[in-house]
């Protein structure tokens, strides 16, 4: 077999499960392998340093279908960096707007939280559900 690795010595290399990899072949993220005499996955080496890539980009935000399209580029022979930008420009806006609204629910339930340190029980409203947040 030489310096080709079957999918359980790719899954160890790189931390991610066979089913991960099974997957990220089956959504093109992975070139599909050759096959063994046995019909087992033959990898090449190279598959290690594009899970490697895959995880870094996950861990960066990017989603496995972005990461598809920057992955994509480069298999033409193109350098990504263009798209990766608008793709990252794109998930910094969206961070953005979910640490705004994060923000936001955050003064809520501190304003909530404010309210029941003053509140007695008895003192609630018997109509209200829950004094301190309506």
């Given at each position: 077999m030489g310096d080709r690795m079957l999918i359980g010595e790719v899954a160890d290399a790189t931390g991610v499960s066979t089913k991960t990899l099974r997957y990220y072949e089956r959504e093109g993220l992975l070139h599909e392998p050759?096959?063994?005499?046995?019909?087992?996955?033959?990898?090449?080496?190279?598959?290690?340093?594009?899970?490697?890539?895959?995880?870094?980009?996950?861990?960066?935000?990017?989603?496995?279908?972005?990461?598809?399209?920057?992955?994509?580029?480069?298999?033409?022979?193109?350098?990504?960096?263009?798209?990766?930008?608008?793709?990252?420009?794109?998930?910094?806006?969206?961070?953005?707007?979910?640490?705004?609204?994060?923000?936001?629910?955050?003064?809520?339930?501190?304003?909530?939280r404010s309210r029941l340190d003053e509140l007695e029980p008895v003192d609630c409203d018997p109509g209200a559900i829950c004094s301190a947040i309506t």
């Open positions: 050759a096959r063994t005499s046995g019909g087992y996955r033959d990898y090449r080496p190279e598959v290690i340093e594009r899970v490697g890539f895959i995880k870094q980009a996950q861990t960066a935000g990017l989603t496995l279908r972005q990461i598809g399209q920057v992955l994509a580029i480069r298999d033409d022979g193109h350098a990504p960096c263009h798209h990766v930008a608008e793709v990252v420009d794109r998930r910094l806006d969206d961070v953005e707007q979910h640490l705004a609204a994060l923000r936001q629910t955050r003064a809520q339930l501190r304003e909530v």
